[in-house]
C-alpha cells in the first residue's frame, strides 16, 4: 500500500482522534480498513472496539518497518453517519520514561553511551477506509485535517507498564460529538520528513491477545491498601471498577512476589527495585471503569494504594496477554511433576511472547534473540511459531548492520559494529554496543546473532517450507562474514558471552563461540544445498571443515586415563577443565572423530552424574539435554531435572513459582524467564518420542521413553500433515506405546 497520510496532536503523549464519515444508503460489498497508531493504538467504529488485539502493532525499528493492521469493517457500518475512532499511545515509538520504571543498566556495566532515540517528535495515527458498495462505486476516507483530535486520560505511557491517568479526560463515548465537542481540536498532518522511514507493511503474525483472565483474591484489606493475588505470574492487562470523588488517587503497583511480611515486593534481587506504578485519578461521582490501552504489567501480585478509605474498588482482574496463543501440542503423563514443569515453561513464554520475544516482562522486555533458536523446538512443538519467527527474522534483518553504520564510544569517537552484524536484540531501542570490560560484548554475542541461521534452521525444520531459507539466506552469509573477520589467530571466536548463566561461571568462549561458528557454516552449507547453490555449499563446507579440524586439534585430547576429552580452552592453564556444555556441544553438532564420540559422551554423562545436576547456562543447556538423550541418558535426564533442590526444574514448583525463573535459585532476579525452558524440547522428542528426520514432519523417527515414574503418557504435536500422537501405558511393568501418524508422513520405529 502506499504510505499514510499522518495525523497527529503534534505531542508526545496519547490522544483521541475521531472523524465522522456518511456512508451512502445502499447496500455495501465490502469496508476494509487499514490503520496504524505509533507506537500503539485501540481503534473504533461507532464507539465498538473492533478486534480482540491488544498493543497494536507489533514493535519494530520504525525506521525499518511499520506494521499496519487491515479491519473487516462491513458489519459495524450503517448507512448515514458513521464515526471512526482511534485511542494512540506511546509503546517504544517515544518512549515516556518520566513515570515509574524504565530500564537502566547495572552498576556493573558503563554508562550506555547510546541511549535510547525516539523516533518521531509527536505520536501519529494513519488511517485508509476502503467501501466498495454492491453497484461498483467506491469511497475512500483517510485521516487527514479534517479529523479531530483530543487530549487522553492517559497523560504519561509507560511502554514497561506504568502510567498517570487522570479521568476527568476521558471521552466516555466516542460515537458521539455533541457532549464532549469542546474537548476536539483540529489534527495536524505530519510531513513526511518528520515521519521514520519505514517500509509499510501488514502485521501477518498473531496479534497480541488475552487468552485467559484471573480475578484478582485479595489477600489483604486495610483503610489505605489492598493487595490482590492473581494466582498467576504472566503479562497482563489490568482492568478494574472504582468509585470515589473527583481528585481522589489510587496507585497500582505490580510485582511477582511478596515479601517476608507478605507485602508486594518490586525488588529485583541482585538489581534494583522494578518502581513500576499506575497514578489513577479519579475524575467524576459516577462509577468508572479503567482498562490498560497502551502497555501492560507484569506479575503475579498487585498492591492498590488509596488516598481516602472511601474510595469502593471491584472487578479486580488481570487478562493475561501473549502472541503464542495457538497451540501446537500437548503433553500429559500420570507424574504430575513433569506436568507442572511443562506448565512452568509455557506460561513463562506465554508472558514473554509479545509481537517480540522479550527476555523479561519484568525488568528489560528486550528483544534478545538467542531464545529464538535455543529455545526453538522447545517453544514450536508447544505453540504455533510459524509466522511469529518470520516476524523475529524480519526484526534481525531490519537490525542488520552495514559497514556505514556509526555508534559513540565513551570518549564520543566513532565506533562501527562491523559490516554483517546482527545485534544481540532485535529490534534494539538501546544499543549497548561498547563490550563491558572482562565480561565480553552484550551487543555482539555469536549465540545471539546466530538466531538468523539457526533459528532459520529450526523453522524449516518444523514447518518445511523453503521460502524461509530464501528470506534470510543472504542475511545469514552476511553474518557468517562478520564472525569470519572476528576468528582470532588461534581460529577461535571469543568476543561474546560464551554459557551465558553458567552456574559455576565456566563461560568457556573459545569453546562454546567457535563450535557455534561451526553450526552456523554447516546450517548455511545446507541451506545452500537446499537452494541449489552449489558453489556456496562447497565453499561453507570446506570451511565448516577447516574450523572443526582446528577446533579438535587444538581442544580435543586425552585425559589421565587416555579416553578423549573437551578441555576447557579458557582454563587450559588450570590442567583437564570439562564441562558439560563443551562436551555437549561438539557431540549435538557432528564435530567429533568417530573413534572419539563414545569416550566424550561417557565423560558428558560422568560430570552429569557427579554434580548430580544439568550445570549450564542458557546457551549449552540445550545441547546438553539433547546430546545426553541421544547417548541414552534419559533417566539421568529425569533425575535431574526432578529433583527437590536447584538446580532443578522441580524446585521451582516446590518454591510456589508459577512461571519459570531466569536463574536456578531461590527468588532469582526475575521470576518469569523462558530461556532455560529447553526441558519441553525433551518432553516432545525424548519422552514422546516425536523426532524430526525431515524437515515440515515429512519423516519422522518415533521412540518415546516414559522415565521409571511414568505410568501413563500422552504426547500429540499437530504437524504440517496433521496431528501426531503417542499414548503409552506401562503393563506389567513393560512400557507398550500406540501411535497416529497422518498418512503423508513416512515412519521410523526404534
Not at 465522522?20 to 469496508?31: F, G, L, Q, R
Not at 514450536?380 to 527474522?393: E, Q
Request: with cysteine; aromatic share 12%; net charge negative.
Amino acid at each position: 500500500m502506499n504510505d499514510f497520510t499522518w495525523i497527529s496532536k503534534g505531542t508526545d503523549t496519547p490522544f483521541y482522534a475521531r472523524k465522522e464519515i456518511e456512508i451512502e444508503n445502499k447496500p455495501v460489498k465490502s469496508a476494509l480498513v487499514d490503520v496504524c497508531g505509533l507506537g500503539q493504538f485501540v481503534f473504533y467504529v461507532n464507539g465498538q472496539r473492533i478486534g480482540d488485539h491488544e498493543l497494536d502493532p507489533g514493535w519494530t525499528n520504525y525506521n525499518k518497518t511499520i506494521e499496519y493492521l487491515t479491519f473487516d469493517i462491513k458489519e459495524n457500518i450503517v448507512s448515514g453517519k458513521n464515526v471512526l475512532a482511534a485511542e494512540i499511545g506511546n509503546g517504544w515509538f517515544i518512549l515516556d520514561d518520566s513515570v515509574g520504571y524504565s530500564f537502566k543498566f547495572p552498576g556493573f556495566m558503563p554508562p550506555n553511551p547510546n541511549p535510547y532515540k525516539p523516533f518521531a517528535g509527536s505520536l501519529v495515527l494513519g488511517l485508509r477506509l476502503n467501501v466498495e458498495y454492491e453497484d461498483g462505486t467506491k469511497a475512500l476516507f483517510e485521516t487527514d485535517t479534517t479529523w479531530k483530535v483530543a487530549e487522553h486520560e492517559v497523560r504519561h505511557s509507560n511502554v514497561y507498564g506504568s502510567a498517570i491517568v487522570d479521568a476527568s479526560y476521558a471521552i466516555r463515548n466516542l460515537a458521539s460529538v455533541g457532549p464532549d465537542e469542546g474537548k476536539w481540536e483540529g489534527a495536524i498532518v505530519v510531513p513526511k520528513c518528520d515521519m521514520p522511514g519505514g517500509e509499510l507493511v501488514p502485521q501477518i503474525h498473531p496479534p497480541i491477545k488475552v487468552i485467559k483472565t484471573y480475578p484478582g483474591r485479595k489477600i489483604y484489606d486495610s483503610a489505605d491498601m489492598d493487595i490482590y493475588d492473581f494466582e498467576q505470574n504472566m503479562s497482563f492487562i489490568l482492568e478494574f471498577d472504582v468509585k470515589g470523588t473527583p481528585g481522589d488517587e489510587i496507585k497500582i503497583y505490580p510485582s511477582e512476589k511478596l515479601d517476608e511480611n507478605g507485602m508486594v515486593d518490586q525488588m529485583a534481587k541482585g538489581w534494583m527495585e522494578i518502581d513500576t506504578v499506575i497514578t489513577y485519578k479519579i475524575g467524576s461521582d459516577s462509577p468508572e471503569h479503567f482498562r490498560e490501552k497502551f502497555s501492560y504489567l507484569a506479575g503475579r501480585y498487585i498492591a492498590v494504594k488509596k488516598s481516602s478509605p472511601d474510595i469502593e474498588i471491584s472487578g479486580v482482574k488481570a487478562g493475561a496477554i501473549t502472541s503464542a496463543w495457538k497451540e501446537s501440542g500437548s503433553f500429559w503423563c500420570d507424574d504430575d511433576r513433569y506436568n507442572r514443569i511443562y506448565d512452568l515453561v509455557e506460561k513463562a513464554v506465554e508472558a514473554n511472547m509479545v509481537s517480540v520475544h522479550t527476555d523479561c516482562p519484568t525488568i528489560e522486555r528486550f528483544a534478545w534473540q538467542e531464545p529464538n533458536h535455543l529455545m526453538g523446538a522447545a517453544i514450536m512443538y508447544m505453540k504455533d511459531g510459524d509466522k511469529l519467527w518470520r516476524k523475529f527474522f524480519r526484526d534481525m534483518r531490519d537490525a542488520q548492520h552495514g559497514a556505514e553504520d556509526v555508534f559513540k564510544d565513551f570518549d564520543g569517537n566513532d565506533i562501527k559494529p562491523g559490516d554483517g552484524l546482527i545485534p544481540s536484540q532485535a529490534p534494539c531501542y538501546i544499543p549497548n554496543v561498547v563490550p563491558v570490560p572482562g565480561m565480553g560484548s552484550f551487543y555482539d554475542i555469536i549465540a545471539w546473532g546466530s538466531s538468523i541461521i539457526l533459528g532459520v534452521r529450526w523453522h524449516y525444520l518444523f514447518y518445511g517450507d523453503v521460502s524461509v531459507i530464501e528470506e534470510n539466506y543472504d542475511a545469514g552469509m552476511r553474518y557468517l562474514a562478520h564472525l569470519k573477520s572476528k576468528v582470532n589467530d588461534e581460529g577461535f571466536i571469543n568476543h561474546g558471552l560464551g554459557d551465558w548463566g553458567n552456574p559455576d561461571g565456566d563461560f568457556a568462549r573459545e569453546n562454546i563461540e567457535t563450535a557455534f561458528l561451526y553450526a552456523d557454516a554447516v546450517t548455511l552449507a545446507w541451506f545452500a544445498e537446499v537452494l541449489h547453490k552449489t558453489d556456496d555449499a562447497k565453499e561453507l563446507n570446506e570451511y565448516a571443515k577447516r574450523v572443526k579440524d582446528n577446533y579438535n586439534a587444538r581442544l580435543l585430547i586425552k585425559d589421565d586415563n587416555g579416553a578423549f576429552c573437551y578441555r576447557s580452552y579458557e582454563k587450559k592453564d588450570e590442567g583437564i577443565v570439562t564441562t558439560q556444555a563443551i562436551e555437549a556441544l561438539p557431540l549435538y553438532w557432528g564435530m567429533i572423530p568417530d573413534e572419539a564420540v563414545s569416550d566424550v559422551a561417557e565423560c558428558l554423562r560422568k560430570n552429569i552424574q557427579e554434580r548430580g545436576a544439568l550445570i549450564a547456562g542458557e546457551v549449552g543447556l540445550p545441547y546438553i539435554i539433547q546430546a545426553a538423550a541421544k547417548h541414552g541418558m534419559n533417566d539421568l535426564i529425569a533425575d535431574c531435572i526432578t529433583k527437590p533442590e536447584h538446580p532443578s526444574y522441580y524446585a521451582f514448583v516446590l518454591d510456589g513459582e508459577t512461571t519459570l525463573g531466569e536463574y536456578w535459585e531461590t527468588n532469582p532476579r526475575s521470576h518469569c524467564h523462558d530461556m532455560m525452558g529447553h526441558m519441553t524440547e525433551w518432553f516432545y522428542n525424548g519422552i514422546g518420542g516425536i523426532e524430526i528426520l525431515e524437515p515440515g514432519f515429512k519423516t519422522i523417527a518415533l521412540h518415546p521413553h516414559m522415565p521409571e515414574s511414568v505410568n501413563e503418557l500422552h504426547v500429540s504435536y499437530n504437524s504440517p500433515y496433521g496431528e501426531i500422537v503417542v499414548s503409552g501405558k506401562r503393563h506389567d511393568g513393560k512400557a507398550e506405546y500406540t501411535y497416529q501418524v497422518p498418512d503423508e508422513v513416512k515412519v521410523i520405529v526404534n
